[in-house]
């Protein structure tokens, strides 16, 4: 019994450190439990957020199967056990914060509360890129592996339409696959609509790990990426 409040009591006191405006804690897959029927999980102890918004007729930064996609570039300073990410469109009431990440497009358009898309998001790693100094010199023309992908959940608020088609998807570093260890290096988070069609309205991203990770850095190109690492 003893065991069980403390585990409450810190799913508690993690719930109100990284609260993520109204779309509720972003809870782990390492150290979830199951109690009384419900699942309990502990939130990520480091989130970040990336607020963007995309426009009509936007070059895709790649165009496969039909469909145009689009990257966020992240840089992971230090080697994590667990990396969640999860992305919602159309932003509403949610409002960037000191230390988030936002796009230009965002901050010109936030009164546009209607448009957005059907998310589909996922996750990669760049190979042979593990120092700042190879971001750009291997990061343009790496091998990009795939760790995960996801298109709805429904852990997720609704859209607009009335659906759970926001996405959400949480990764455990696979220290025996070198190429899905979630260790020092260039990662990448894909979006794009999971029909056929435009990309466009906002969106916010969140990446959140088990561990604080100083230094963590998300950017929509590897040039900006760079520099904010390196000011």
């Known amino acids: 019994m003893k065991n069980l409040l403390l585990f409450f009591a810190i799913t508690i006191l993690f719930t109100n450190i990284v609260k993520s405006q109204d779309l509720g804690s972003f809870g782990a897959d390492l150290g979830k439990k199951s109690v009384f029927g419900k699942e309990i999980r502990i939130p990520y102890t480091d989130l970040i957020s990336f607020y963007g918004f995309m426009k009509p ?13 689009f990257y ?14 999860r992305m919602v469109s159309p932003v509403t009431d949610m409002k960037p914060e000191k230390g988030d990440f936002v796009m230009e497009e965002f901050t010109a358009n936030q009164t546009d509360k209607t448009s957005y898309f ?14 700042i100094d190879e971001i750009l010199t291997k990061g343009k023309d ?20 009335g659906n759970y088609y926001n996405s959400l998807m949480r990764m455990t570093s696979e220290v025996s696959n070198p190429l899905k260890a979630l260790t020092i290096g260039l990662y990448r988070i894909g979006f794009t609509t999971y029909k056929t069609g435009e990309v466009k309205g906002s969106f916010l991203a969140q990446i959140g790990s088990v561990v604080k990770i100083p230094g963590m850095m998300v950017s929509r190109n590897l040039d900006t990426l760079k520099a904010l690492i390196t000011k």
Do not use: R
């Open 57 to 69: 007729g936007i070059t895709p930064d790649e165009e496969k199967g039909g469909k145009k996609y």
């Open 72 to 85: 966020l570039y992240l840089w992971i300073p230090v080697a994590s056990p667990e990396i969640g990410i």
């Open 118 to 131: 059907d998310t589909w998001i996922s996750f990669e790693k760049a190979g042979g890129v593990t120092s």
């Open 142 to 161: 790496a091998v990009w592996t795939s760790i995960m992908q996801n298109d709805d959940s429904g852990e997720m608020p609704k859209q607009p339409s």
